[in-house]
């Protein structure tokens, strides 16, 4: 993938453009693709521009944590496997493979959308453990939304598999309960680049970008929610920045979640 | 916000917890400083600038600067796993990116600046009390800097909002928002969220979190002062 000189970047977010000829508040397109991978439980290829990432749905049994014994268990993943760009290198998640992943788990797990009491089995001793990992297949820029919109897809699209009288998964079963999730709860990147304020940045922006911001959104009885935020970037943001930055982020989430739920 | 309540520890709902600080509290660290906030305390310790190993992640423009949080495993009521979590080396990243702002890093190319955080005792915002340290720490290791950051969190309990969030309403409460503010560029370098909000009360809860790091701020230049 050719990246762009950073400086073309700044100057052409300056005067108002983008090098993809979106307005500054654009959304690119979305595409999202449910079920994809038929041997997970739930699965969605999420495409946001030239990002592409895949999300899997995966259930296991486990003992709930002591300070939740009567709740199940999510965990998020994220892999930053090397042939979605030259920049990734293959071992352990690096520090923004894992900042991803958390960013997206906080989201969801925050909003309280999915009610956890329910994915219990037997207090303190057996509970439904939640994995959703997410591969990095192409990388064009904001990672954290692109994951976070396959992370809610796959988890809408995940049925539950049937146990057997020893609480072991039963595969033979046909699998029909969905997850109890009550709203969409979605990630939204903002960078900033120079002074101006963009939405959704490409892989190119964030070479240009110096602060960025992550707003997790979701609506609760047609009320715009927040579950989360995030500062990456090495640079300060004013409190009128972050202000604005909110705004758009609550404006571009309604779009996106339009998406996920048209999926 | 009308705010007339007593919090579950006696504060009010806009007072810090109990500040102290002291700067060149180690022995072979170049730079070190302890901050406690409550029942929060962190110790920071800064190597160099010196030469950077690996090799490969030296620049030739400017020092890179390293940051490693960690916490004891005592520090907590369980026992913490020693070594590095997923969580440790998130807030390892959001601790570099909310010093750098205020770093003159051009000034020492091809060399590294180690920053090393380890909170002894945790009591709700370890990020913040590390990110204190790391400043005094930094200034003691007697590198340039544009200004300190000060960091501490506010959130809500119940329905109500307030700053510095600690013992039962950590774990009882409803939202937390950790904060590092630059004093003279009135710039936020580090902000993260948990809990339900709207826009608009997130906006108080962030301005309210940045006053009181105005307040950790001026704990931070007086003792540096006590010591230099």
Same mark, same amino acid.
């Given at each position: 993938? #050719?990246?762009?000189?950073?400086?073309?970047?700044?100057?052409?977010?300056?005067?108002?453009?983008?090098?993809?000829?979106?307005?500054?508040?654009?959304?690119?397109?979305?595409?999202?693709?449910?079920?994809?991978?038929?041997?997970?439980?739930?699965?969605? $290829?999420?495409?946001?521009? +030239?990002?592409?990432?895949?999300?899997?749905?995966?259930?296991?049994?486990? &003992?709930?944590?002591?300070?939740?014994?009567?709740?199940?268990?999510?965990?998020?993943?994220?892999?930053?496997?090397?042939?979605?760009?030259?920049?990734?290198? !293959?071992?352990?998640?690096?520090?923004?493979?894992?900042?991803?992943?958390?960013?997206?788990?906080?989201?969801?797990?925050?909003?309280?959308?999915?009610?956890? =009491?329910?994915?219990?089995?037997?207090?303190? &001793?057996?509970?439904?453990?939640?994995?959703?990992?997410?591969?990095?297949?192409?990388?064009?820029? +904001?990672?954290?939304?692109?994951?976070?919109?396959?992370?809610?897809?796959?988890?809408?699209?995940?049925?539950?598999?049937?146990?057997?009288?020893?609480?072991?998964?039963?595969?033979? =079963?046909?699998?029909? =309960?969905?997850?109890?999730?009550?709203?969409?709860?979605?990630?939204?990147?903002?960078?900033?680049?120079?002074?101006?304020? /963009? %939405? @959704?940045?490409?892989?190119? &922006?964030?070479?240009?970008? @110096? !602060?960025?911001?992550? %707003?997790?959104?979701?609506?609760? +009885?047609?009320?715009?929610?927040? !579950?989360?935020?995030?500062?990456?970037?090495?640079?300060?943001?004013?409190?009128?920045?972050?202000?604005?930055?909110?705004?758009?982020?609550?404006?571009?989430?309604?779009?996106?979640?339009?998406? /996920?739920?048209?999926? | 916000?009308?705010?007339?309540?007593?919090? #579950?520890?006696?504060?009010?709902? @806009?007072?810090?917890?109990?500040?102290?600080?002291?700067?060149?509290?180690?022995?072979?660290?170049?730079?070190?400083?302890m901050f406690r906030l409550g029942n929060t305390v962190a110790v920071a310790g800064v190597y160099g600038p010196r030469k950077v190993y690996p090799k490969h992640e030296e620049e030739a423009e400017r020092a890179i600067l390293r940051?490693?949080?960690?916490?004891?495993?005592?520090?907590?009521?369980?026992?913490?796993?020693?070594?590095? !979590?997923?969580?440790?080396?998130?807030?390892?990243?959001?601790?570099?990116?909310?010093?750098?702002?205020?770093?003159?890093?051009? &000034?020492?190319? $091809?060399?590294? #600046?180690?920053?090393?955080?380890?909170?002894?005792?945790?009591?709700?915002?370890?990020?913040?009390?590390?990110?204190?340290?790391?400043?005094?720490?930094?200034?003691?290791?007697?590198?340039?800097?544009?200004?300190?950051?000060?960091?501490?969190?506010?959130?809500?309990?119940?329905?109500?909002? %307030?700053?510095?969030?600690?013992?039962?309403?950590?774990?009882?409460?409803?939202?937390?928002?950790?904060?590092?503010?630059?004093?003279?560029?009135?710039?936020?370098?580090?902000?993260?969220?948990?809990?339900i909000t709207t826009g608009k009360e997130a906006r108080e809860i962030i301005a309210l979190a940045a006053k009181g790091a105005e307040k950790i701020y001026e704990a931070q230049k007086a003792a540096l002062r006590t010591k230099y």
């Amino acid at each position: 993938m #050719i990246s762009i000189d950073p400086q073309l970047v700044k100057d052409m977010v300056a005067s108002g453009k983008r090098i993809d000829n979106r307005k500054l508040d654009e959304y690119r397109d979305i595409k999202i693709e449910k079920g994809f991978v038929t041997s997970a439980e739930g699965s969605a $290829r999420v495409k946001l521009g +030239n990002t592409e990432v895949l999300a899997g749905v995966k259930f296991g049994v486990g &003992e709930p944590f002591a300070d939740t014994p009567d709740e199940g268990v999510l965990m998020v993943g994220a892999e930053f496997v090397p042939l979605a760009s030259p920049d990734f290198e !293959s071992g352990p998640p690096g520090e923004e493979a894992i900042e991803t992943a958390r960013v997206v788990d906080r989201a969801i797990r925050e909003s309280k959308v999915i009610d956890f =009491k329910q994915l219990c089995i037997k207090p303190k &001793e057996k509970t439904w453990m939640v994995y959703v990992d997410i591969d990095i297949l192409d990388n064009d820029g +904001n990672l954290i939304d692109a994951c976070s919109i396959a992370a809610i897809s796959a988890l809408l699209d995940a049925k539950l598999p049937e146990l057997d009288e020893d609480f072991s998964i039963d595969t033979e =079963k046909e699998r029909t =309960k969905k997850l109890p999730i009550t709203g969409v709860p979605i990630s939204t990147t903002i960078a900033r680049i120079g002074n101006k304020l /963009v %939405v @959704d940045p490409t892989l190119s &922006e964030e070479l240009a970008l @110096d !602060s960025r911001l992550t %707003v997790g959104t979701f609506d609760k +009885n047609g009320e715009i929610m927040l !579950s989360s935020m995030q500062k990456g970037g090495t640079g300060g943001l004013s409190l009128e920045e972050i202000d604005k930055m909110v705004s758009m982020a609550e404006h571009a989430g309604k779009k996106i979640r339009a998406a /996920v739920l048209e999926s | 916000m009308t705010s007339d309540f007593t919090r #579950i520890d006696g504060r009010k709902w @806009d007072e810090l917890r109990p500040i102290f600080a002291s700067v060149g509290v180690l022995n072979k660290a170049d730079g070190s400083a302890m901050f406690r906030l409550g029942n929060t305390v962190a110790v920071a310790g800064v190597y160099g600038p010196r030469k950077v190993y690996p090799k490969h992640e030296e620049e030739a423009e400017r020092a890179i600067l390293r940051t490693k949080y960690n916490m004891a495993a005592f520090a907590t009521s369980e026992r913490g796993r020693p070594g590095t !979590s997923r969580r440790s080396i998130e807030i390892s990243m959001v601790t570099r990116n909310a010093l750098m702002p205020i770093m003159f890093l051009d &000034e020492f190319p $091809r060399t590294a #600046i180690d920053v090393h955080i380890e909170v002894l005792q945790a009591d709700a915002s370890t990020r913040c009390v590390g990110i204190n340290a790391a400043c005094l720490a930094l200034a003691d290791a007697g590198l340039p800097m544009k200004d300190f950051v000060a960091s501490c969190s506010a959130g809500k309990v119940g329905d109500k909002v %307030v700053l510095d969030i600690a013992g039962k309403e950590d774990t009882e409460g409803e939202l937390d928002l950790p904060v590092a503010y630059y004093p003279k560029k009135k710039q936020i370098t580090l902000l993260q969220m948990d809990g339900i909000t709207t826009g608009k009360e997130a906006r108080e809860i962030i301005a309210l979190a940045a006053k009181g790091a105005e307040k950790i701020y001026e704990a931070q230049k007086a003792a540096l002062r006590t010591k230099y």
